[in-house]
């Protein structure tokens, strides 16, 4: 199967799809049936490769325990006698079918691999929904006190100040005679 043009005959090649044979400079070669094609039939899908699962790995799911079981998937013969010999092995056990769920109240999402999340503070598994600390009431979460989420440009409240304004129940500030400066070396000043 040659490519090229009159001028170039070693540039290109023609697609091997039957009703394509168009000329590709960039083909490409499909590694299962190693046979040249364009880009529009490039993929196993495209060109109905025979050979497309050559490399792929192929699971069977045991119906007791959940179990993921591997095989080349020649055939359902193959996959009946896989689950035949997993099922006198030993190792299906249908306790392990219920998938757990998360343990925050009112949810029942099943905790999967990739619906699942540890909190670092109290190692508990939760689904991603409430996998912060405040969503699923974190034991040891640590307290922040009030001051230090408020607003104020991300500071923290001078204690004093906080101490002082608890302490004023009513009374106006100028009256009893402090000025509440942000230094903290002018904590209380006698005006």
């Known amino acids: 199967m040659g490519g090229g043009t009159e001028a170039f005959p070693d540039l290109g090649k023609h697609c ?10 960039l083909p490409f070669n ?7 094609f364009c880009l ?10 025979p050979k ?14 959940s179990a993921a079981i591997e095989t080349t998937g020649h055939g359902a013969d ?3 006698v896989l689950l ?42 939760v689904c991603l929904k409430h996998r912060f600390p405040a969503d699923h009431e974190c034991i040891k979460q640590p307290r922040v006190p009030v001051a230090a989420v408020s607003g104020n440009g991300g500071r923290r409240w001078n204690g004093n100040f ?7 129940s009513g009374k106006d500030c100028a009256k009893s005679g402090f000025v509440f400066a942000t230094n903290p070396a002018l904590k209380h000043v006698r005006t």
């Open 16 to 25: 091997q799809h039957s009703d394509c044979n168009q000329l590709d400079f």
């Open 30 to 36: 499909c590694d299962g049936c190693h046979k040249v």
């Open 40 to 49: 529009e039939h490039r993929s196993y899908k495209s060109h109905e490769c």
């Open 52 to 65: 497309s699962d050559h490399n792929s790995r192929k699971v069977v799911v045991c119906e007791t325990c």
């Open 78 to 80: 193959e996959e009946k």
């Open 84 to 125: 035949a010999q997993h099922a006198k092995s030993g190792n299906c056990d249908p306790k392990k079918k219920k998938k757990p769920t998360c343990p925050v109240k009112r949810c029942k999402e099943a905790l999967t691999f990739s619906n699942s999340s540890v909190c670092k503070t109290c190692h508990l598994k």
């Open 162 to 168: 906080l101490a002082a304004l608890a302490s004023r």
